[in-house]
Nanobody, 123 residues
Framework: VLLVESGGGLVQPGDSLRLSCATS????????KGWFRQAPGGEREFVAG????????FYAEAVKGRFTISRDNAKNTLYLQMNKLKPEDTAVYYC?????????????????WGQGTQVTVSS
């Protein structure tokens, strides 16, 4: 199983980015999925989670109202739409998949991880 993130980059405060996470090897369409991030010198932290059907989502307080997680199981792809980006959103963003039905927010519950994509928000 391979999870590959894309869409990161350097943007200014207030800009938007859309991250994608493509799955190959197995579909993992029946897995819950999520996004985490890790800033320099910081711990990996939960950003957003989504159930395997996409009907249920959960967000960290720091991104609620600005970020939207979604998935397209037909395309085996997970997304994170990030709006109104702030400098404190700067981090490496990771997608992950968990053998669960509902969303999960604990990193230990995830079974597969991508390699990460850098997001830098700076003026």
């Amino acid at each position: 199983v391979l999870l590959v993130e894309s869409g990161g980059g350097l943007v200014q405060p207030g800009d938007s980015l859309r991250l994608s996470c493509a799955t190959s090897g197995r579909t993992l369409s029946d897995y819950a999925k999520g996004w985490f991030r890790q800033a320099p010198g910081g711990e990996r932290e939960f950003v957003a989670g989504i159930s395997w059907t996409g009907s249920s989502t959960f967000y960290a307080e720091a991104v609620k109202g600005r970020f939207t997680i979604s998935r397209d199981n037909a395309k085996n792809t997970l997304y994170l739409q990030m709006n109104k980006l702030k400098p404190e959103d700067t981090a490496v963003y990771y997608c992950a998949a968990a053998n669960r039905a509902g969303w999960v927010n604990r990193a230990d519950d995830y079974d597969y991880w991508g390699q990460g994509t850098q997001v830098t928000v700076s003026s």
